[in-house]
């Protein structure tokens, strides 16, 4: 897990509650955006817009094709706590002409690292 701007962290390894109330708490209090790297298997978690997550995961080495964006809710069980939908997911030169990540398979690539590295919706206290 490393600091790649103030309320981002890159996650290649599950994050503490702490740190995920921590990042939470900084911008909506109930949700983080993060952006996931589908190839690479990791992260960006935290910041107040996808864009800069997304920043995050291409400076430090992610192919834009590879990486989505979505918001994480704690508390909501695993069936509603990832929210599939970001403006960086538009893409029409990849199939991909809506905010929300339209086929199944990437989505079910984002939520086995959101699941992995983030939680399963679990509540944080």
Request: glycine share 8%; net charge negative.
């Amino acid at each position: 897990m490393t600091d790649e701007k103030p309320g981002i962290v890159v996650l290649e390894r599950p994050i503490s509650k702490v740190e995920l109330a921590r990042l939470v708490q900084l911008y909506f209090e109930d949700m983080v955006k993060l952006v996931v790297d589908v190839e690479q298997g990791i992260a960006a978690v935290g910041g107040e817009m996808h864009a800069d997550a997304e920043q995050v995961l291409l400076d430090h080495g992610s192919h834009q094709a590879d990486v989505w964006g979505a918001n994480y809710l704690p508390g909501k069980g695993c069936d509603a706590c990832i929210e599939y939908t970001s403006l960086i997911n538009i893409r029409p030169s990849q199939g991909n002409r809506s905010m929300l990540i339209m086929d199944p398979a990437i989505r079910e690539r984002v939520r086995a690292v959101v699941f992995a590295l983030v939680g399963e919706g679990e509540p944080l206290a």
